[in-house]
């Protein structure tokens, strides 16, 4: 399946490789940079590319390319889904994925890799399975392994993988048990010009940070369970238990984890908290333009916006900005052309208003088009589609845990045509 | 060098002593490895440490190995011996880490020793092992493809494996190594599907992938008549020329006579197996893990009837709001997709609508999908899209859209007038680009109906004065040239200014100016004759050889000179020929003659190592290839002498064994599940004229051991119990109880009651509810540990009427039980106690038992603790009653039998002064105030030994004396007997291991050689149950040590003429060796 791996930074250099199989020559991302240099946008790069010999698959994260050299068929989302498993590993392990991360726990990341694919088929990628065997650095460990020679190797060997449940390690005990949850939803939206809505859906998750000891059995229902018909969860939930009783029965691994995602469709009525208006002309004589923004709450049912944000990809064209705004700062960059305002707190009594003219290069025909303001929110203590929790039950064990849910809504792709 | 000296400072700290600094140089070393950079002149440095005892030392060092053994054969042989030691560790962790180094070695001399452990692996206890195993299968094969046939044996062994564990791997190494050999997967369909849904992610892919290629072939086209009508339909959509009126004539003899043949064929019934394999796929759709819905997905597009394949559109969609690549890989499929099945993402049509942040490559994907959903309806809405699009920064994006604009306009003829507005405004667009490719378009949609639309055609020639796009100017020429006769005018005029600039033009410009220049000749001679000259003669010299071909080419067609003959008087209808309107097309369409979501299908050529999808069968092959055989194996199974064959049940069957113990709540997680499918499966019958399952349970109900309906009693079970927390040793007892029973209904027993025999005759369906219900009760019984005193085991009280005659068998064998002895208390309990492990000796033996033998009298030893005379009259005696001290669990009980010899009643019986050492503690019995003469009383006291011999000292006082007295327990009595399965037992054994092992060789007494004997000898010595075991040559026992709950394993393996072995386990290494002893003793008196 998956041959080798390569780490490749934004600048082209390889730094860091590894290979399952036999040692396959690192001649052969120039395949790769060919496609790089012609693709502009590093997002642009094809994730399958098709060379003589092989194939590379490859995906983009943290200004990082994974690129991941293969030889025969396979699922190509096998391969992406598994390249962003080792990211998330990273990410869990150093808390980023970075170049510079990853080169200073070169070690730990060769590791890391060793013991997730085997022959290049996926052997373990459960994060907690993997902390058994590969303790993740902390400072005070690094202290004292230096002190005393001692290593990241766990001393025992892991039972994970034989356990059968496989995302949960044994033997789990705190002194304060405590269960999170955390249920964001981000709303995906394209309104119009003139402000009605094209097309606007919410996408949900439920982050949980469990610290409970032993074996605990958790069931979590809802108020509302009738908003989710499009889910997808964690392996530990019970799925039948979800079709017959629509409550969420599981085990859960320890630590952090995304317990489930659900998707509430376009045809569903999706409330859109803020309304904008907006004009942005640019006009053809003195090679200038104007723009004007207000922001004003549309349906946040009582709760307060905050975090307001609006980013504008300008025109090439467009070589400065001078504007006024109500409330927050703007700022623009001339080489991105993004105009970034950044809002905060909305309030009702007196909407934010962004104003002003924009210079223009001259001898430049004017942009025909509007760019798109792409807007950034924040509403705490509310699921924009209503879900709520209901309570959260705990089998099993004892103890009596700590409980919480969060409400969060945050605009996703939330993106205003102009 | 400085480079040799720095490795040579690595070389010293290799071969230092110190771990720490061996650490140090292999992580710099591995660093170096990682980085690409070369560190082979380690080698024999690095090889040293193979033996390393630091484990991450070790670990790093394996790294290296596997990095550079290829490159330094002779080397790395040095290495080959510690794995092949680490291969027979008792630890399962080790023997597999070993397996996968050495597997990893691309050593080609190591070949016989690799597959050697591979047939070991696959046949090893440990299901994670058989796991390295099958990851080890592919590595030899690359290393030697001739390997191929043995290892093809051991993928069938272990593709019979029934641990989710192992499953995806072994499928995986059989996709590499035989995908061809599709009969081996005919016995395990089945199964795999059940599994399925507990099988981590990435083997859920590979089965199902795999799953979806064997339904091709086994299974019958479920949209056979769909199919037909759909043909047909996209058939008077696409075919616009009047060329293709013969093809479709042809098509359309074939539709018939499939028609025809299709009347004689019965209507389709769907085979039960992929109904399965549809239902038990379904709730993967909401697997967190996008390679797996997209499995899923591709597997009901391919394999589910139309009306069904609706169900993957929401999955998908959601997906479409991963990470860019997944989205990248889901839209080409959904792309593929929407062609065949547009109605399926029809709802989902504003998903696909595209923001201004979507990379370019997802953006022109979605509007592949909008183009290919587009129809009459929406087509209003999607233009509108469109506009906005249009007007994007993204350039690349606008000529994707407006090509988009011209496949909407030929698929549906109600906008095509609107369209071809939309883009002629597009003509006067600043940007080339945009200009350029609605010309391409135009032309294109122009071509359908040209002489509606000359003023079109005009406005584009006066755009050859400003486009400069090659591509462009080119599709105006052709068009001009084409349609000529519309704009007589123009046409030369247009001529004469490219002839001007044709030195100057691209190639593809020429050769149209050439082109038109031909094409006007024929029309027009008389304008344009000197033109045309002119133009094939500056083309005659060009620099390009296809255009000066051309030019010689197109002169002796199409100027008449005495030389050129026939061809030329057809020049004009060889130029002017009605040329049939282009197709626009996706690139998409026919892509899924690929398997979707395959490499090959995104890149749309053949992939190495790809696998076609099969074409269905015309008629279904015999599906009762899949039927599992009814197990006769399990009378077998008690029967079963050799430890070869054994083995190989234990592969077979690890329903019993392995998946129990490994997977309990997971599979209880989906048990659920499962027996919610069984529910279904009405419905589901409805639809598809027998559901599997419900052919299954008639299956079962003819013959009892068929092992679906087992699992599903069994899951049935584990529903009922799913939320408490000792669901998994209570379903591990169930399934033995129901082994148990299997094998006493296979049975004849002699010396049966009545009743039993009425029993079997019983309906299965009643009995297997009896069976669930009775395995219940009992593991309630051990689950309590407290048995009801002095009553009969409670199940039978609990029991329904029609459970009772069931219940009475189980009675009977109490009255086997001989007439209670003195001691009143403790005889019944103890039997309820005993009966568990009687029972168990009971089923796996062969012989007839004799009452006699079970007789649990000789199994309770007295011990004198007054004699008579010492204590003037009064006489104790005790013994160890083994039924647990419910004041105190980790007490034993010991019960003490007073006897008043002497003439005088005795008053005040109590304990007194206790003696003891630290940290054993005594309940005393309560007083006993008065024992009258002649008479007898008993009392049970508890004793905490604190799992020692040691004796517990004190004074029995009665109202006139006190005697000082001491009770010492034997080793067998320090410990409680305990349930395990055959599995569990192994489990743990392979954990007390090394200095907790005491083996001893010895000679059974002669009386003692069947397995009666040996099973009572051995409880008699010790207080431990049976635990069941397939070979007759052994016998096994369990218990833990009651203070400290160690657990002590005992096995006896019998051998020829009387010699066998005594294995003891246990953590406490005294408590182990004393238990030697007695045992010892007790087997060779």
Redesign the interface.
Known sequence: ?IHSLFLINHLGD??????W???IS?SVCDYFFEAREKAV?P??V???L?TPHH?LI????GKLFFLSV?????????V???L?RVADTFQDYFGECSESVISDN??I???LL?EML??G???A?ESNVLKEMIRPPNILRSVVNTLT?G???G?T??QG??S???WRRAGVKYANNEAYFDVTEEI?A?VDKSGTT??A?I?GVIEACVKLSG?P?LTMSFMNPRLL????????V????W??ERVL???PPDGNF?LM?Y?I???NLVAIPVYVKQSINFFEAGSCGRLDITIGPKQTMGKTVEDLKVTI?M??AVLNANLTATQGNYTYDCTTKMLVWDIGKLNPQKLPNLRGSLSMQTGV?N??????L?IDLKIQQLAISGLKVSRLDM??EKYKPFKGVKYVTKAG?F?V?T | MFSSHRHDDLKEMLDSNKDSLKLEAMKRIVAMIARGKNASDLFPAVVKNVACKNIEVKKLVYVYLVRYAEEQQDLALLSISTFQRGLKDPNQLIRASALRVLSSIRVTIIVPIMMLAIKEAASDMSPYVRKTAAHAIPKLYSLDPEQKDQLIEVIEKLLADKTTLVAGSVVMAFEEVCPERIDLIHKNYRKLCNLLIDVEEWGQVVIINMLTRYARTQFLNPNINESLLEEGGSGDKTFYGSDEDEDEDEEEKEKKAEVAAMAKRKPYVMDPDHRLLLRNTKPLLQSRNAAVVMAVAQLYFHLAPKAEVGVIAKALVRLLRSHSEVQYVVLQNVATMSIKRRGMFEPYLKSFYIRSTDPTQIKVLKLEVLTNLANETNISTILREFQTYIKSMDKDFVAATIQAIGRCATNISEVRDTCLNGLVQLLSNRDELVVAESVVVIKKLLQMQPEKHSDIIKHMAKLTDNIQVPMARASILWLIGEYCEHVPKIAPDVLRKMAKSFTNEEDIVKLQIINLAAKLYLTNSKQTKLLTQYVLNLAKYDQNYDIRDRARFIRQLIVPTEKSGALSKYAKKLFLALKPAPVLESPFKDRDHFQLGSLSHLLNAKAGGYQELPDWPEAAPDPSVRNVEVKESVPEWTKCSSREKRKEKKVEKPFYTDSEGESGPTESADSESDSATGSESSSGSEESGSGSESEESKEASESEEEEEEEEEEEKKKKKKDLKKPVQESESEQSSEEEERKHQRKSKPRKSESESESDEDEESESESSQSESEDSESEAEVKKKKKPAESKPPPKPVKKESKKEKKEMSLLDLDDFEPAPSPQVTPVNTFLSNSLVTDLEGLSLSDSVLSPATIAPSSTLKSYELLHRITGEGLSVEYCFSRQPFSPDANMVAVQMQFTNNASSDTKNLHIEDVKLQSGMRVKEFPEIELLPAGETATAVMGIDFCDSTQAANFQLCTHTRKFFVSIQPPVGELMRPVFLTENEFKKEQGQLMGMNEITEKLTLDVKCRNEHTIVQRVTTAANLSRVPCGSDKECRFAGRTVTSGSLVLVTVATKEEGAAQLTVNCEKMVIGTMLVKDILQALTQ
């Open positions: 399946m390889i730094f860091l490789e590894k290979h199989k036999s040692v690192r946008d997002e642009n094809p994730p399958v098709q194939y490859s995906i983009y994260r293969i030889q025969t068929e396979v699922p190509p989302l096998f992406i889904e598994f962003h070169l070690v990341v060769y590791e060793e085997d022959n088929f996926p052997l990628t020679g290593s990241n190797v001393e060997l892991p993988q034989l059968n449940i496989p995906d394209i094209v097309s859906e996408q074996m059995d018909d499009d889910v997808s969860f964690h392996p530990c019970r799925f039948r238990r079709e017959s029965s599981f085990i995304t995602t998707h469709s376009s045809q990809h025109p090439k025909p942009p025909e088009e509007n760019p798109s792409n089998y099993g792709k993106q045509r």
